[in-house]
């Protein structure tokens, strides 16, 4: 079994910044690639950003250059620092492990609330 785990969301300024952590445990050989979604209410889930292991990142255009994901392969974490929040960034934001092992496959972990007040 695998489980993923998110935390570090909030209620900030606009303008101001969060750090989210997501670290995936259980049963896990590799992780290919780890990122986090974001689900405002009434709209659909969408990717903010993605590293893969070999340190490849990719970003939504609405993010790019205020977010940034990095990850620790050792700990099967990967943090996403948020700069410049905006009310629009106000979203659930969840993390996503794509697993390689005897439990393959992505997992999810339960999301964490980051609301941004202007």
């Known amino acids: 079994q695998v489980q993923v785990v998110e935390s570090g969301g909030g209620l900030v300024q606009a303008g101001g910044s969060l750090k989210l952590s997501c670290a995936a445990s259980g049963t896990i050989f590799s992780i290919n690639a780890m990122g986090w979604y974001r689900q405002a209410p009434g709209k659909e889930r969408e990717l903010v950003a993605v590293?893969?292991?070999?340190?490849?990142?990719n970003y939504a255009d609405s993010v790019k250059g205020r977010f940034t994901i990095s990850r620790d392969g050792a700990k099967n974490t990967v943090y996403l620092q948020i700069n410049s929040l905006k009310p629009e960034d106000t979203a659930v934001y969840y993390c996503?492990?794509?697993?390689?092992?005897?439990?393959?496959?992505?997992?999810w972990g339960q999301g964490t609330q980051v609301t941004v007040s202007s």
């Open positions: 996503a492990a794509d697993v390689v092992g005897s439990w393959s496959g992505r997992y």
């Open positions: 590293i893969t292991s070999g340190g490849g990142t």
